[in-house]
């Protein structure tokens, strides 16, 4: 999967295979429209079984058996005229809100909830052929996690659960209602009290995970993503334009992350410097559209579709390539509060690649640890003009130094995939041996 998650995990694997661990993997099989990099592939020790599940979508088969349901009852998408129309309209809208209400259950915790007896399953056939000391379980997807908690209790192991990202009360899932929230905080709590240690992506997450457990405490750990040196240094940089100075955005853009402040920028700058804008490149690479908006629709909208160029996802080699050969990486943040303001795994490979990084409405946690890793910072909330006035200063900058300034690269070491997949495997070991 080129999914950001993928490295944390293989990372680990590679780790405790190379300590003479027995590694079993099991995830699901990839869907139709899921983005893949066979590159990744290669990375993957030999030696690790890897067991994939059907997956059945259960909101998706929901959907088509409600609408060739729709059809049959002969309720029209465009409804009918007159007064029999008026008669149906609102029993029709208490029964979508019903049937809203319905399909959330089979969204708690998220849309993979069709993976959970298939994981389980495999896992019990797994573990009757070689009983387990511990189970891994890393989320997002957090029906892995409950299916890891099942599977823990069964084969009574231990559970070390990786939290990613926060599970309930993200900013990147908004759930309607009460009774869904419920259960899904119920669930988190379930996975919690089971695992005999919980680590966190970012440390924001740990302090929310410690306000909600307090008990917890002791048990919950950050654990850093990372960067990997052996993907990133040999690989030859890429001028996406030798004549304009260029800021790059990689990966996509979904959630709270949102491009329409910089977008506004770009176009202030047009109007009130229109010479400076057009030394300006932005290229977002990567999943192309906001909220099902091309992106290119969005610029043209905006007027600075000259600033501004988009391509499609490519293989993680090349955009390492693009990255190392732009002038300064872009971090859309999180906006609605620091509290839960996350560390993008872009922001690792940002570091890798010792780029100077235009951070808007970035968190206080995620600018700090570029920093550790040698990255410069220009800061800038998620408002139009300060963006404006920011990427004058950027390009200003550059001119003057001629990117000769250089960084502190001192502890660029300690947040590498290595670092971060031995304390993984510590944490494996402790809980492994407090089990005993």
């Keep these: 999967m080129g999914a950001v998650g993928v490295h944390r995990v293989l990372a680990l694997c590679r780790h405790l295979v190379g300590q003479g661990g027995r590694v079993t993997i099991v995830t699901q ?5 899921d ?20 997956t059945p979508d259960l909101p998706s088969l929901a959907r088509r058996l409600l609408k060739r349901s729709s059809r049959q009852s002969g309720v029209s998408d465009h409804g009918q005229a007159g007064i029999k129309k008026q008669a149906v309209s609102a029993p029709l809208g208490l029964l979508k809100r019903i049937i809203d209400w319905l399909s959330w259950w089979l969204q708690i915790p998220d849309s993979r909830t069709g993976w959970l007896i298939p994981a389980v399953w495999a896992g019990w056939k797994q573990a009757r052929r070689r009983r387990p000391d511990v189970i891994f379980a890393t989320a997002p997807v957090w029906t892995g996690l409950l299916a890891a908690a099942i599977l823990a209790r069964l084969l009574r192991v231990p559970l070390v659960a990786d939290f990613r990202d926060p ?7 908004r759930i309607p209602y009460r009774a869904h929230q419920r259960a899904n905080a119920l669930l988190e709590r379930m996975v919690v009290n089971t695992a005999a240690r919980i680590t966190c992506a970012w440390d924001g997450i740990r302090r929310l995970m410690v306000e909600r457990y307090p008990k917890r405490t002791n048990h919950i750990r950050t654990v850093l993503n990372g960067f990997e040196p052996e993907q990133i240094d040999p690989v030859v940089s890429v001028r996406l334009d030798e004549n ?7 990966g996509s853009l979904y959630g709270p992350r949102n491009p329409m ?22 290229v977002f690479l990567g999943l192309t559209t906001y909220h099902s908006r091309p992106i290119a629709e969005l610029a043209e909208a905006h007027g600075v579709s000259r600033q501004v160029r988009v391509i499609s996802p490519v293989p993680h080699k090349q955009a390492m390539a693009f990255l190392k050969g732009a002038d300064v990486a872009i971090l859309l943040g999180q906006s609605g509060g620091e509290k839960l303001a996350s560390i993008p795994a872009k922001a690792y490979e940002y570091i890798g690649a010792r780029k100077d ?3 808007i409405g970035s968190g206080d946690e995620v600018c700090e640890v570029m920093r550790r890793g040698g990255c410069r910072i220009w800061r800038s909330p998620d408002d139009p003009n ?11 900058h550059n001119i003057q130094n001629n990117g000769s300034e250089k ?13 971060m997949a031995e304390e993984l495997g510590s944490i494996l070991q402790i809980a492994i041996a407090d089990r005993r």
């Design 357 to 359: 990084v235009l951070a």
């Design 167 to 173: 599970w309930h009360g993200s900013l990147f899932k």
């Design 261 to 282: 402040g910089l977008l506004e920028g770009l176009k202030l700058l047009a109007h009130d410097c229109p010479d400076e804008a057009q030394r300006i490149l932005v």
């Design 386 to 396: 300060d963006i404006a006035k920011t990427l004058r200063k950027v390009l200003d």
């Design 407 to 419: 960084t502190d690269l001192s502890e660029r070491h300690t947040l590498t995939r290595s670092r």
């Design 29 to 33: 099989r990839p869907r139709v429209g």
């Design 244 to 250: 304009r100075f260029v800021l790059l955005h990689t």
């Design 35 to 54: 983005l893949l990099d066979e590159s990744l592939l290669v990375r993957v020790p030999e030696n690790l079984t890897v067991v994939r599940c059907l």
